[in-house]
């Protein structure tokens, strides 16, 4: 008797965010609430079938730089670090994070000459200034990210 073959089972290859399965709640902000917010705000609701998570926990904090934040476009993941909910972190200042983050779907990149490319063009600034909490957001950042080093 011929031993019969199993068959193998296919899977659709994901991206790895989608994978993770993260969360957009945290102990102090619910990241979808915010996202809506802003993209009402300043997007007049246009960006769609984003997801926003909360990044995953590091065992170890960085050392002499932070990422508060990330867009993976293809995906349409935000994904905002896990220490930014803390109690102490303003609710304004977490949108102007999610800000930054969902104009980086709307401003396109610049090509540069050496090959690589240029995120914050002089568009991108320009477009940035505009969040409303902008001047207090970036001096609240720079007087609180050794709180959020090692």
């Known amino acids: ?3 019969k073959k199993k068959r193998k089972i296919a899977y659709r290859t994901l991206p790895m965010q989608r994978q993770l399965n993260l969360r957009q709640e945290g102990e102090h902000f619910d990241l979808g609430e915010l996202f809506d917010q802003v993209n009402s705000r300043y997007f007049r609701g246009r960006l769609r079938n984003y997801k926003v998570e909360w990044g995953r926990r590091r065992k170890h904090r960085p050392k002499d730089h932070f990422v508060f934040g990330t867009i993976q476009e293809e995906d349409r993941v935000i994904r905002i670090h896990p220490l930014l909910d803390q109690a102490f972190v303003p609710r304004w200042y977490l949108k102007y ?54």
């Open 1 to 3: 008797m011929a031993k």
């Open 97 to 150: 994070v999610l800000y930054h983050e969902m104009l980086h779907s709307v401003v396109p990149d610049k090509a540069l000459r050496n090959g690589r490319r240029c995120v914050h063009t002089e568009e991108f600034n320009r477009r940035e200034r505009q969040f409303r909490n902008y001047s207090r957001a970036r001096c609240w950042e720079e007087q609180n990210l050794a709180r959020f080093l090692r």
